[in-house]
């Protein structure tokens, strides 16, 4: 295992057009669509950061700050900006543009943790993640306190499937 890597070197790009099937009754991207396209392009960081296959083991939240309208376009950014010994915290930042204007403006940020597995499916350690920019130091800063929420949120979710149970 290499000791560490940069956060630039999990970075994922993608870029679509949002297209009428994309949109409900109101013109704008369906929520469910952006987040299955921020759940694939996290596993990709992901991937690219352990060079390995990963499994998303949390999303902690999606929020949707303003929507992204039938015809512009979505840029979806990602990299890995804290690990564990094998669990990685992937930042996601969606960018709505209206290409004609040229005018871009965030439209939702996620963070979501992936737990890299070996050839057998077992979890399995992966490099530490080296900040360099700006942005990365201030992630990568505030990451143990998204990991405290985090835990803190699967404990009562764990207290809460035992008291609903499967039946």
Known sequence: MENARYCKESLAVKTSLVLPPDTNS??????????AYIDDIAAIAAMRHARKLVVTASSDSVDF???????QSVCLEAFVTSTGRTSMEVFVKVIGEDIPS?????????????VALDEKGHPTEVPKVIPESEEEIHLHETAKERLEIRKNRRKVSERQAKRIGAE
């Open 26 to 35: 109101f013109g704008t991207m369906f929520g469910g669509k952006l987040m």
């Open 65 to 71: 700050i303003s929507p992204i309208k039938e015809g």
């Open 102 to 114: 040229g005018e871009r403006k965030i439209c939702a940020i996620s963070f979501l943790t992936f």
